[in-house]
């Protein structure tokens, strides 16, 4: 099993930055892709990024691209989330997950993911 937990999130204004975190412990080893999801009021769960957690490849989601990167520590027990130039359309609970290896862009469906942190507010004002 493993256990994740978030920090970070917060109340920021729009343009700013924020760097969120996600502390893995127990079968880290067990982890083959690790990933940021985000769901706001009244909607469904959405992919925001995700990464290789050996091979280091990542991806995002259109909406963040060139906004927001993901990344891991070299001990492979942090996953962050830098958040940069937010808009108030950021505004969610953001998740982090862990699962195993996959195919054909397994890594940006929700269901695909075997763990899951308890998420960390975000909140971008206007």
């Known amino acids: 099993q493993v256990h994740l937990v978030e920090s970070g999130g917060g109340l920021v204004q729009a343009g700013s930055s924020l760097r969120l975190s996600c502390a893995a412990s127990?079968?880290?080893?067990?982890?083959?892709?690790a990933g940021w999801f985000r769901q706001a009021p009244g909607k469904e769960r959405e992919f925001v990024s995700a990464?290789?957690?050996?091979?280091?490849?990542?991806f995002s989601s259109d909406s963040v691209k060139g906004r927001f990167t993901i990344s891991r520590d070299n001990a492979k027990t942090t996953l962050y989330l830098q958040m940069n130039s937010v808009k108030p359309e950021d505004t969610a609970v953001y998740y982090c997950?862990?699962?195993?290896?996959?195919?054909?862009?397994?890594?940006?469906?929700?269901?695909?993911?075997?763990?899951w942190g308890q998420g960390t507010q975000v909140t971008v004002s206007s």
């Open positions: 127990g079968r880290t080893l067990s982890i083959a892709v």
């Open positions: 997950a862990t699962g195993g290896p996959g195919f054909d862009d397994w890594y940006r469906t929700a269901n695909t993911y075997d763990y």
């Open positions: 990464m290789l957690w050996n091979g280091g490849m990542t």
